[in-house]
């Protein structure tokens, strides 16, 4: 295994998710400009950039290994921060997980014709769960005593033969449906964060490169589900075509080179153009070019 502990002390040493987040991962880093490739059993991701250098891991793991100092910097979800209980720094929240653009929940879920109704029905049962700390932490407060056992994986089929009772992580809810389970309550609700290293933090160059990174990943979320048009209409119809603009501010207009009309250029919803495209030529726009977006920077 890479020691990356020897690397070059300018060398950004980060933590990426393996597994269901990976791809999602890669992905949007690739729309926020760092281009990773891996190869199929590999941990060690190539990129064309000499100052970084990822190692995937399991996003359990990441927010410890950050603590630690054995990364800079990790992508990993706040309920793994929590349940580690791990002293970094939170730069920035990253709502995207393996499917949407949704945050997760972390449910107490039981058989569709358990009698637990609630959380007070959990007293003296077993739960299995991965987030063992955090269920407890959710008992203690509920001032519910139960068993809570660590689960290695398949949480959804253990109950009710194994255990009465789990906590799982859904985004849409379709695998606890699937397996005749019933949410009873919401726990926690989680996104993916960017964390750090407390000493990389107060490394000066370091700390530039974190930030950088971190404002380059949230330009790429803020793009996702945006495109941006472009049209051109006639100068007499600007009034007309402004009062349908749904546009994030104001729009982008310029005149055209030696004729009457003018240029327009907005971002708006990818959802809404569907909608919107008749409705702008409608008002009199011509020309109009759909492109997609990769960042939004504010």
Not at 243 to 257: D, E
Request: proline share 4%.
């Amino acid at each position: 295994m890479m020691n990356l502990n020897g690397l070059d002390n300018r060398v950004l040493r980060v933590g990426l998710p393996k597994g269901s987040l990976q791809e999602s991962t890669f992905r949007l880093l690739e729309k926020a400009g760092y281009y990773f490739s891996v190869s199929e059993r590999s941990y060690f991701p190539s990129i064309d950039d000499d100052e970084i250098q990822a190692i995937l891991i399991r996003a359990q793991e990441i927010a410890k290994y950050v603590e630690d100092g054995v990364f800079d910097i990790g992508l990993t979800g706040k309920d793994w921060v929590l349940e580690n209980r791990a002293d970094v720094i939170e730069v920035g929240e990253l709502t995207y997980a393996k499917l949407t653009m949704r945050p997760v929940k972390w449910v107490l879920a039981v058989p569709n014709d358990s009698d637990i109704q609630s959380v007070q029905d959990l007293q003296g049962k077993r739960i299995a769960t991965e987030i063992v700390n955090l269920t407890q932490d959710y008992l203690k407060k509920n001032g519910v005593k139960a068993e809570v056992e660590f689960s290695w994986g398949a949480t959804e089929v253990k109950a009710p033969t194994l255990v009465d009772a789990i906590v799982e992580v859904t985004e849409t809810g379709s695998s606890l449906r699937a397996n005749n389970l019933r949410i009873v309550d919401v726990i926690l609700e989680s996104r993916t964060m960017i964390i750090a290293n407390k000493e990389s933090w107060k490394d000066p160059e370091k700390r530039q490169k974190i930030e950088d990174l971190n404002m380059l990943l949230q330009s790429a979320i803020q793009a996702e589900g945006k495109v941006g048009l472009k049209m051109n209409l006639p100068n007499n119809k600007i009034e007309e075509l402004i009062k349908v603009l749904p546009a994030m501010k104001k729009p982008t207009i310029s005149t055209l080179y030696g004729e009457d009309w003018v240029a327009v250029e907005i971002i708006v919803n990818e959802k809404s153009v569907k909608d919107l495209i008749p409705t702008l030529k409608r008002a009199g726009a011509q020309d109009i070019i759909e492109y997609p977006l990769n960042k939004v920077i504010f």
